[in-house]
């Protein structure tokens, strides 16, 4: 269980992170508490899957290549194919999805011919054909997740 | 502002996110063979330049209580994505916001949106509100619910692909 003490640490430090040689520190002194209890609450977050990392969300296509890919894979074959893609470390996400459509996936490498060499790949091990939807444009202002407590 | 090899290197190294410790840049750093200030540098640049477009804690919305997770696909004519992208962007529902090509015959849909809520009939419920307060309810649009998550995790990036085997 989170208390309210992680949910201001979360809310609070999803940007700005401060770049500082002791962040923590710094962070411990706006929320009260301290570097230590900083610390261990990020570890115990971590550990429980609340929080993914503290780190860097890079925007797409300035740091390398990426694409939304989708398949249409037949129902009784979809666990099968989705280990198959989860298994390539250029795929960061993936998730089976309520249409026909079903398997969607993000794939991102340092250049646009590795991306398309991944789905290349995954096409030909599975005879399923896969959608390559790149980004275009980026509308959205990333300030992190809005924690909406209620 | 081009990125060199040690920014490639800081990058990759960043991947897996700051180390949890009392100086995470240093620690960082040691990994790279930077000295802590130049991490520092390095990331302010990066931040100023866009490159990082958010430094901080990166949370699991499903983990979080936040189990519905839909992409809301719309199908918006060329003229007038911009303008919908740009409204739908600053949504307070909308947690990413990207153009992508269509692919006729099976997909027309060119706008794409993420809404995480507590259930699915929030999630609805808030696509709803929103296409009529941005004035894009007449457009064609469809939910895709997540049914199963396989995997998750951080991009990673800067290292080539042989290097990383």
Not at chain 2, 27 to 56: D, F, K, N, Q
Not at chain 2, 60 to 79: C, K, Q, S, T
Request: charged share 30%.
């Amino acid at each position: 269980m989170i208390d309210d003490a992680d949910r201001r640490l979360l809310a609070e430090f999803q940007h700005d992170f401060p770049l500082v040689p002791e962040p923590f520190a710094e962070l411990a002194g706006r929320l009260g508490m301290g570097e230590g209890e900083v610390l261990e609450r990020l570890a115990a977050l971590k550990a429980s899957g609340h929080v993914s990392r503290v780190g860097a969300v890079f925007t797409p296509h300035k740091v390398g290549a990426s694409t939304l890919a989708a398949m249409a894979v037949p129902p009784e074959w979809l666990e099968r194919i989705a280990d198959l893609v989860s298994a390539y470390p250029e795929v960061n996400h993936n998730y089976q999805r309520d249409h026909r459509l079903n398997l969607w996936f993000v794939v991102a490498a340092t250049t646009r011919d590795e991306v398309l060499a991944v789905l290349e790949d995954i096409a030909s091990r599975t005879g399923i054909e896969v959608l390559d939807l790149p980004l275009l444009e980026d509308f959205h202002i990333d300030l992190g997740f809005d924690i909406r407590w209620s | 502002m081009e990125l060199s090899d040690r920014d490639h290197a800081l990058i990759a190294a960043l991947c897996d996110g700051l180390p949890l410790d009392r100086r995470p840049y240093k620690a960082l750093g040691e990994r790279v063979g930077m000295c802590e200030s130049e991490v520092i540098r390095c990331l302010e640049a990066m931040t100023r330049e866009g490159i990082i477009r958010r430094l901080g804690v990166i949370v699991r919305h499903h983990e979080l209580g936040y189990r519905a997770n839909a992409m809301v696909v719309w199908d918006i004519p060329d003229a007038e994505v911009g303008e919908a992208g740009r409204r739908l962007g600053g949504a307070p529902e909308v947690t990413l916001c990207y153009r992508r090509p269509r692919r006729p015959p099976d997909w027309p849909y060119n706008l794409f949106t993420m809404v995480h809520g507590r259930d699915r009939d929030a999630v609805l419920a808030a696509i709803e509100a929103m296409a009529g307060r941005e004035g894009l309810a007449h457009h064609p649009r469809q939910v895709l619910f997540s049914l199963r998550r396989f995997k998750q995790c951080g991009a990673r990036y800067g290292k080539r692909r042989e290097a990383a085997e």
